[in-house]
């Protein structure tokens, strides 16, 4: 079984080819279908430690999450969640999914960076919520390789901006993250990765050119 095959849940076969379609165009370094792989990862291990309140729904928001991609754009995350609702409504228009849902959680990730813990409060699910976003920033709590790794694709996938300008912005992301309290939003992946992820954050940083 593939990844993005499920027990939980299993794709139309034209839904997958969709999918996996959309995460190859435009070739991409970073934001392709090995991301949304190894969120798959984090996806069962929450699964067997917590559990999801939505699993179908969080589910379909790792996989649409970053289904359109342009690193020239600002509109990434609506559209790849306006993508989702079409192909949920497309593939599985009887299946019971929260489609709302799943449309929320992927628009959620355009905040990266700039969400508490307590943003959640009035949402009925809030630890999906939170631990879906924190899968999505895991890979800063990587080991050392894979964190290099990571932040040469996000350098590739901005090459068309000068080098100095996009060493100076990248700096200053990286830098406002190092700089809050709390990089991860759910209690357990806070406990589990912000060492090794502040860790990575300063080496960065300080190699910067």
């Not at 798959?40 to 067997?48: G, I, Q, T, Y």
């Not at 497309?90 to 990266?112: K, M, N």
């Not at 912005?169 to 990286?174: E, Q």
């Amino acid at each position: 079984m593939s990844n993005i095959e499920s027990t939980i849940f299993p794709l139309p076969t034209g839904m997958q080819t969709a999918l996996e379609s959309a995460y190859a165009t435009p070739p991409r370094a970073y934001h392709n279908f090995g991301h949304v792989e190894t969120l798959l990862r984090h996806f069962d291990e929450v699964s067997a430690r917590d559990g999801w309140a939505q699993p179908v729904e969080v589910r379909l928001a790792i996989l649409y999450h970053d289904a359109i991609y342009d690193a020239r754009a600002s509109d990434n995350e609506v559209r790849s969640a306006d993508l989702a609702a079409e192909s949920i409504a497309r593939w599985l228009p009887d299946a019971g999914v929260d489609t709302a849902r799943v449309a929320h959680l992927i628009r959620l990730t355009a905040r990266h960076g700039r969400l508490s813990p307590d943003d959640f409060a009035d949402d009925p699910h809030a630890d999906d919520a939170r631990r879906f976003l924190d899968c999505d920033m895991a890979i800063l709590a990587s080991d050392d390789a894979t964190f290099d790794a990571y932040d040469r694709g996000i350098a590739a996938e901005y090459r068309h901006v000068p080098r100095w300008l996009y060493a100076v912005n990248r700096r200053r992301f990286l830098k406002s993250l190092l700089a809050r309290p709390r990089i991860y939003l759910d209690d357990g992946f806070h406990a589990r990765l912000d060492a090794q992820a502040r860790h990575n954050l300063r080496r960065a940083i300080t190699t910067k050119r």
